[in-house]
Structure formats: structure tokens, C-alpha cells
């Protein structure tokens, strides 16, 4: 797939944190890797002691522009459903917007994210009022898996770009 590429992120290039839910008691595993100029999120999710969530966060060197509103990434998944999610680092109430998408087991997905399809949550839950994403405010990014099944995941991101309108 080509598209034009209005502000485009090398995943390796980030300094990415991995934060999993041993942060609430649970015992889920989770790390990420570089691989020249994509990332690898592996780990084994586990819902024991109340837990079930792995998750990855980075900060934007740069926000995006204004006028973007998809976003574009290639993953080569493991059939499993993740998030994608922007953020703030300075937000007081800690929420984001997270969109989910389903990986294949094989080859690489290319997915187009619109913004509008991103939902305002925090800690996993639904912010009320909902607040549409404004890119140029964004200098968080993270994945997240949280689909209730136990078991080692491995998800790659090969690339990542926000699109303009």
C-alpha cells in the first residue's frame, strides 16, 4: 500500500516502556525489542490475580499536524486483537484514545485508522464527555492487548504514520 505521508514515525526510533499489569497485582510478561526500523511487543498475557493486560508507551518526538486525521500502520500480528493509543503526556486525568484492530497470523496488514474511530478511555474504561482526538495536541502513542486470552502474543510494528484529510 502507498500513501502519502504526512508525518511519518520510525518505530525503533522511540523509546518505548513497556507497562503491564504486575502494576495492579497481575503477572502478565511483556517486553519490546527493536528490529532495524520496527519494534516486536512479545510477552505471555495472563488473567491470574486479576490481571490481563500488556501494554507499550512512547513519546512523539514531534505532534502530529492538525489537519491529519488517520492513521497508517503496517503489523505483522498473531491473529490477536490490540489497541492503538494517543495520548498526552501532561493529561491530569491520564485518559487517551485507543482504536482496536485485529492482526492476521502470517503476513503483513496494512491498516488505516481514522481518528474518528479513536474512543476516549482511561484505564481501559470509556471517558464521558467523549472528546474528539486533536492531533496537533498528541505526544503519546501506545499498543495495548487486553482480549481476555491468556497466552504469549507477539505483535511487530513495521510502520507508523498519520495521514492528512
Not at 500513501?3 to 504486575?22: E, F, R, Y
Not at 491468556?150 to 498519520?162: K, Y
Amino acid at each position: 500500500m502507498t500513501v502519502p505521508l504526512s508525518h511519518s514515525i520510525n518505530p525503533s526510533g522511540l523509546a518505548w516502556t513497556a507497562i503491564g499489569d504486575p502494576v495492579m497485582g497481575g503477572c502478565s510478561i511483556s517486553r519490546v525489542c527493536a528490529e532495524g526500523t520496527a519494534i516486536r511487543f512479545e510477552g505471555v498475557l495472563s488473567l491470574a490475580r486479576g490481571g490481563g493486560f500488556a501494554s507499550l508507551r512512547a513519546t512523539l518526538p514531534t505532534p502530529p499536524p492538525a489537519d491529519c486525521d488517520r492513521l497508517c500502520l503496517q503489523v505483522r500480528g498473531d491473529g490477536r486483537r490490540y489497541k492503538l493509543g494517543l495520548g498526552r503526556r501532561n493529561d491530569p486525568n491520564d485518559t487517551q484514545w485507543q482504536c482496536a484492530f485485529e492482526t492476521g497470523s502470517g503476513p503483513v496488514d496494512a491498516l488505516i485508522l481514522p481518528l474518528t474511530d479513536f474512543v476516549r478511555v482511561r484505564r481501559g474504561r470509556l471517558v464521558q464527555p467523549e472528546l474528539r482526538v486533536r492531533p496537533e495536541q498528541i505526544d503519546r502513542i501506545g499498543l495495548t492487548l487486553a482480549d481476555g486470552q491468556p497466552g504469549r502474543f507477539v505483535l511487530h510494528l513495521l510502520s507508523l504514520a498519520f495521514l492528512p484529510g
